[in-house]
């Protein structure tokens, strides 16, 4: 069982790569024009607030699907982590195919990722809560249900075909451990102003 558990943290780890990265590439390079144009609704509250710029958007999805390209080209070369067998992000099921298919998948998953976090970032402006209040369970997965989301929407057969149940457990599971690592990491980097 510890082996089965080990290879879905590596397969989930590996699959969702373009998806946990972006935010952080969104965070790194974002600044300029906020995506909502520091427009407010009827409630007197900014859309989104400043924390979600178009520059990131666009460094974040770019990056994102760089991972994913990269992933691909290693795989193409035959790599593999201790002898698992990694999957690729193509509807045929080939490791290492790059194609249409696989381009919508990373794409699903960085731009997904990214959409979650601007939805929740709106739901947290009708709440009354200011950029980088925490509000738990939504903080650390927003991004990973819009990456789910998304990517079921565009990509379903590829989804259910590379993550069983034990590997969507697990990413589950260790999503809010990275998700508060990085964002500590982020922190102590000067880079978010708060460590959640």
Sequence with gaps: ???????????GLWVMLPAYLPNSFAALFG?????????TMKDGRRILGDGKTWRGFFYGTALGLLTGLIAIFLLSKGFHFFGITLPGYS??????????SAVIA?????????FGDMAFSFLKRRLGLQRG??????????FLIGAFV???I????????????LTVIVIIIMTPIL???TNIAGYLAGIKNEPW
């Excluded at 600044?31 to 427009?39: L, M, N, S």
């Design 154 to 165: 565009t990509s379903f057969g590829w989804l259910a075909a590379t993550l069983d149940v």
């Design 91 to 100: 509807a045929t099921g080939v490791a290492g195919t790059f194609d249409k």
């Design 1 to 11: 069982m510890l082996a089965e558990i080990g290879t879905a943290i590596v397969i």
């Design 150 to 152: 998304l990517t079921a």
């Design 31 to 39: 600044g300029g024009t906020p995506i909502d144009f520091g427009k």
């Design 106 to 114: 990373i794409l699903s998953l960085a731009t997904g990722a990214l």
């Design 133 to 142: 209040q925490a509000l738990p369970l939504a903080d650390q997965y927003d």
């Design 179 to 181: 998700h508060l690592g």
